[in-house]
């Protein structure tokens, strides 16, 4: 699995660094508001898993699986959820957690959601913006890494359901994409 990257974006200590600041700041931000964390599965479980022991004071964890409909080449840009959470978000203060902001419509869906059902607030962070793609109008409130526009895999980022498991964030040599559009 291993030598199918072409390199590495990120190693397993900057995303550790860069995690670590984002749970100082958000631990300021949501001292005493009692969050409801929000994990997007799956490709943000691992960086969630990591996150939310950043983060110093009162929250309550809950998970969501959602996922695009339409090819690759036509989004419709409608989300399905696959699991819905288990906790209301009725006036509550939510933060999401995503692995990738790419062109915005997964979480301009769920923060559209979460209005509707009356949260008091709703707040983005995500490990990786690729703003280059954006399509939707979503800008996250707290952020690991700006990506360019290359694909990326790991930590919880997959390519055809494969790699999420590699414990930092990196480039598939382009061999291995062409194998699968024969
Ligand atoms: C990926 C990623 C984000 C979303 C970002 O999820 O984890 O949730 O796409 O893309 P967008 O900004 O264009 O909506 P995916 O639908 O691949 O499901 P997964 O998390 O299960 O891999
Ligand atoms: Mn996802
Ligand atoms: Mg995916």
Redesign the pocket.
């Known amino acids: 699995m291993n030598d199918d990257i072409l390199k590495v974006l990120y190693s397993r200590e900057q995303i550790q660094d860069a995690t670590e600041k984002m749970g100082k700041q958000i631990t300021k931000d949501f001292e005493g508001k009692d969050p409801l964390v929000i994990c997007?599965?799956?490709?943000?479980a691992v960086f969630y898993s990591d996150i939310v022991r950043e983060i110093n004071t009162y929250c309550e964890l809950d998970f969501m699986d959602v996922?695009?409909y339409g090819n690759e080449t036509v989004s419709s840009g409608d989300v399905k959820i696959i699991k819905d959470l288990d906790t209301s978000v009725e006036d509550r203060n939510v933060l999401i957690i995503?692995?990738?902001?790419?062109?915005?419509?997964?979480?301009k869906c769920l923060v559209d959601l979460f209005e509707k059902r009356n949260a008091k607030s709703v707040k983005i962070c995500t490990l990786l913006d690729k703003p280059d793609r954006r399509i939707e109008g979503i800008v996250p409130d707290y952020t690991g890494f700006k990506v360019p526009n290359e694909f990326v895999v790991g930590f919880g980022?997959?390519y055809m359901g494969h790699y999420r498991n590699l414990p930092f964030i990196g480039v598939l040599k382009p061999e291995i994409y062409a194998d699968n559009q024969e």
């Open positions: 997007i599965l799956k490709g943000a996922s695009s995503e692995d990738i902001i790419d062109t915005g419509r997964t979480l980022l997959d």
